[in-house]
């Protein structure tokens, strides 16, 4: 039983049912503020100093704030970010329950916060968003989402599209951003890290077995049966048919010795 089954069944009751959707819709309100006043999200968002004054309101309410993009576009970003979202999170209560996607996506808020704390950057939602993203590729790698509604991809597609960007910038970045990924996606590590690396070694198993196997394998030039009495290999006479006799030795058809008849009684 690992800690997240031990913890299920401790604190299972207290899971909050369908909390992606209700993220969801405290999101859809906070774009609808955003709209009647822009300066509305500075108010939310994870600014450590001004939650170190008393505005700890911030720890939360900046998992509330969309990805909003230009303003050009913002209904448009905000729309297939809202509806992603919903998505990942309808998936996931589906196979992991809604306990586990708590216990995921508030470990990955701690993360987080811890990192904009001890590093003063704040990629907000992003990095939590990501992880469900991975966590989702992780169950469901070949499921088909339709992007803009008209381009279809597999969502193990998009995941590994994310990481490598998350990758780029990790090499890229200050040690603020580093520090901060690896803080924030600390969650999908405890949930699956254990499988990412059992599966890692499978493979590499699977790949030394197949170098083994070509490297022993019989050259196709090098025949495989071969007649004791005439020399015939399978190669020169793909028709013959081969036995092994009591004596040990592979024989044709033709020249197998045959079983000496029964003692008379």
Not at 143 to 148: A, K, L, P, T
Request: hydrophobic share 50%; aromatic share 16%.
């Amino acid at each position: 039983m690992t800690w997240i089954d031990r913890a299920e069944r401790r604190f299972g009751h207290l899971a909050i049912p369908h909390l992606i959707r209700i993220i969801v819709g405290f999101n859809v309100l906070v774009f609808v503020l955003y709209k009647l006043d822009p300066h509305f999200l500075r108010v939310l968002s994870l600014d450590p100093a001004a939650v170190m004054r008393g505005e700890v309101w911030r720890l939360v309410t900046y998992v509330f704030i969309p990805s909003i993009g230009s303003p050009l576009f913002d209904m448009v970003t905000v729309f297939f970010y809202i509806w992603f979202l919903w998505w990942l999170g309808d998936g996931l209560e589906n196979v992991m329950g809604s306990f586990r996607v708590n216990l995921f996506y508030f470990l990955g808020m701690i993360g987080t916060t811890v990192a904009a704390f001890f590093t003063g950057a704040n990629f907000a939602t992003t990095m939590v968003n990501s992880s469900l993203l991975f966590a989702f590729a992780h169950f469901c790698p070949d499921e088909v989402i339709y992007i803009m509604a008209l381009i279809p991809a597999k969502v193990k597609w998009l995941a590994w599209f994310t990481g490598i960007l998350l990758v780029y910038n990790f090499v890229t970045q200050g040690w603020d951003y580093r520090l901060a990924l690896v803080v924030a996606l600390a969650n999908y590590f405890l949930f699956f890290g254990r499988d990412v690396i059992q599966a890692a070694a499978h493979r590499r198993g699977v790949q030394t077995r197949r170098s083994r196997f070509e490297a022993e394998r019989r050259p196709e030039s090098e025949a495989m049966h071969h007649c004791t009495v005439c020399g015939r290999t399978e190669l020169q006479a793909p028709e013959l048919e081969f036995r092994v006799a009591k004596d040990g030795q592979e024989y044709c058809l033709e020249h197998l010795p045959k079983a000496p008849p029964p003692a008379a009684t």
